[in-house]
């Protein structure tokens, strides 16, 4: 192993001088904590620029955040600790860390040992060497279950793949190392983690969006979070990516396309019924198409004033960019040249 990592740290040196933030987010994970930090601190052994660890914790019920104040203090400042008010959920989280993060490069991974921290030099080096904006984990050996997470994540993946046009063969990945100017330019809500490079994709082209294969681990400490019921929420969660990809600053089209079609409809139906009424001289007062014509011209109708409201939320959406999906307590401030780990 550490002919691997003198390698991977090989090839970080070659590449310009930067600062690398690393994300973790934990919840209940007290049996993990130790063990990461100790990964993290072996894989970068060596490393020649600047790094920072990133402990977020997001409203644990355990000793988590006891055990990573406790690793701040035993290897120092560079390893730093974000505690959330409460449980906001992973993709909060991650936001969290993100926005806490001061690195030109930002790495996220999961807290519970099932990424490998040895993979990030080489990930690292080939976003800054590959000049890409995005460099996702691609966990080719998975130690997963087959059935409750193999098979559902692949379907997931190929329809993700499908409707946001980001060929990636694992969005479930959470080792991934990023632009810190490209990431911070977007905000994740809801439970979108999964979706991070289809929300890259608004603000960056899928060309500088890449994939690296990783190790992957089985989980020997701690409880999953996930479950099979994940997938009924990753596919509403794609609806709503779908939408923002296309729609996000032109609501007023979705809405205003679908309100323009069944007033169009209406129309016909109406005009039809007015030749049925006064060309052949029948009664249409009791025909069904009546009641189909009228409410398909009130929902063309309502579906238009929609599409309006949206344009006016969007456009206060995007001349907000205050607005967070979380709460932290504060942190110690720290200087431009302080807490970082650097090499000897």
């Known amino acids: 192993m550490s002919e691997v990592i ?12 930067h600062s690398l933030s690393i994300v973790v ?103 800054i060497n590959e000049d ?29 793949a499908r409707m946001t046009g980001v ?13 810190g100017s490209v990431i911070k330019s977007v905000r994740l ?4 983690h999964r979706f991070i490079p289809a929300w890259l994709a608004t603000v960056t082209t899928p060309r500088r969006i890449a994939q690296e294969p990783t190790t992957h681990h089985a989980r020997t400490a701690g409880v999953s979070k996930y479950g099979i019921s994940r997938t009924f929420r990753v596919i509403l969660d794609l609806i709503a990516v779908y939408f923002f990809m296309r729609f996000r600053a032109r609501p007023g089209h979705f809405f205003g396309g679908i309100g323009l079609g069944l007033t169009a409809m209406s129309g016909l139906i109406m005009t039809w019924l007015a030749w049925v009424k006064f060309g052949l001289g029948e009664n249409i007062g009791g025909r069904p198409l009546l009641i189909v014509g009228i409410g398909t011209l009130i929902a063309g109708i309502h579906f238009i004033t929609t599409g309006v409201l949206s344009e006016l939320l969007a456009r206060i959406y995007f001349e907000s960019g ?7 307590r504060p942190e110690r401030v720290l200087a431009a040249d302080e807490g970082w780990h650097k090499s000897a």
């Open 167 to 179: 060929h990636l063969r694992d969005y479930g990945c959470s080792l991934k190392a990023f632009r």
């Open 322 to 328: 205050t607005i967070r999906s979380y709460s932290a």
């Open 25 to 127: 987010p934990f919840y209940n994970e007290e049996d993990n904590i130790a063990p990461l930090v100790k990964r993290v601190h072996e894989a970068l052994v060596g490393y020649d620029y600047p790094w920072e660890l990133v402990l977020v914790d997001d409203g644990s019920s355990d000793a988590t955040v006891d055990r990573a104040v406790q690793c701040s203090r035993e290897y120092g400042p560079h390893v730093r600790v974000v505690e959330l008010t409460r449980n906001f959920k992973q993709t909060a989280a991650m936001q969290a860390g993100i926005d806490a993060a001061r690195g030109d490069v930002i790495v996220t991974m999961d807290g519970d040992l099932q990424n490998d921290p040895i993979d990030i030099p080489r990930m690292v080096a080939r976003l």
């Open 6 to 17: 003198a390698a991977a740290n090989t090839a970080v040196a070659a590449t310009p001088p």
């Open 189 to 192: 809500y809801g439970e979108m």
């Open 132 to 160: 890409l904006d995005l460099v996702a984990g691609w966990r080719q050996n998975r130690q997963d279950g087959l059935f409750l997470r193999k098979i559902p994540s692949k379907i997931a993946n190929k329809l993700i």
